[in-house]
């Protein structure tokens, strides 16, 4: 019942930074974390981070710990992902996803948002 929409793609180069956005809307019945996943082109669809309703608890993959922070806003309908010291390994389709907990599955997505870091 929710949709997700991801803004704040673009191309950057190696070391720089860029910010992601999603926003939801739509019918909520619960509390929901969300939830960036990234898909680079001939790889698999790989977590990034996580953050839970309240915003005070977040998850990382090694891959991006120390590099990316996951924040969500006050009104708990936007998530932001802040990368920093981006690499070229960061290029990839961005995907915002959410989830009802305590469910494990994610059950919105958005339709995702590409990040191009060049050398």
């Known amino acids: 019942q929710l949709q997700l929409v991801e803004s704040g793609g673009g191309l950057v180069q190696a070391g720089e930074s860029l910010r992601l956005s999603c926003e939801a809307s739509g019918r909520a019945f619960g509390p929901y974390a969300m939830a960036w996943f990234r898909q680079a082109p001939g790889k698999e669809r790989e977590f990034v981070a996580a953050?839970?309703?309240?915003?005070?608890?977040?998850q990382y993959a090694d891959s991006v710990q120390g590099r990316f922070t996951i924040s969500r806003t006050n009104a708990k309908n936007t998530v932001n992902l802040q990368m920093n010291s981006l690499k070229p390994d960061d290029t990839a389709i961005y995907y915002c996803?959410?989830?009802?907990?305590?469910?494990?599955?994610?059950?919105?997505w958005g339709q995702g948002i590409q990040v191009t870091v060049s050398s």
């Open positions: 953050i839970n309703w309240s915003g005070n608890s977040a």
């Open positions: 996803a959410a989830r009802f907990v305590p469910r494990s599955e994610y059950s919105s």
